[in-house]
């Protein structure tokens, strides 16, 4: 799958991770896009060195799956470091 791809899994991913974890991250909608964005690029890549998905294949459950992990993961550091911040 090509950047552009995972850039719009990214956008999906990003709004699924915010159904799953809602709360206060910090940031309004554009933050969790670009969060979900950031989680789906990492969570692809990882997921294709454990190889759990493929860069190169379509949109199918692995992906996405691996994709949403990726975004949560992002969101949940990110309200972590947001949270401190505010403090």
């Not at 791809?5 to 670009?34: C, D, E, N, R, Y």
């Amino acid at each position: 799958m090509g950047i552009i791809s995972w850039i719009i899994l990214g956008l999906i991913a990003g709004a699924l991770a915010k159904l799953i974890m809602p709360g206060s991250q910090g940031g309004g909608i554009f933050v969790t896009i670009v969060l979900g964005i950031i989680g789906a690029l990492v969570g692809g890549f990882l997921g294709s060195l454990i190889g759990i998905g493929d860069l190169e294949s379509p949109f199918d459950i692995g992906t996405i799956i691996t994709a949403v992990v990726g975004a949560l993961i992002v969101l949940f550091i990110w309200g972590a470091v947001a949270g401190r911040r505010r403090v």
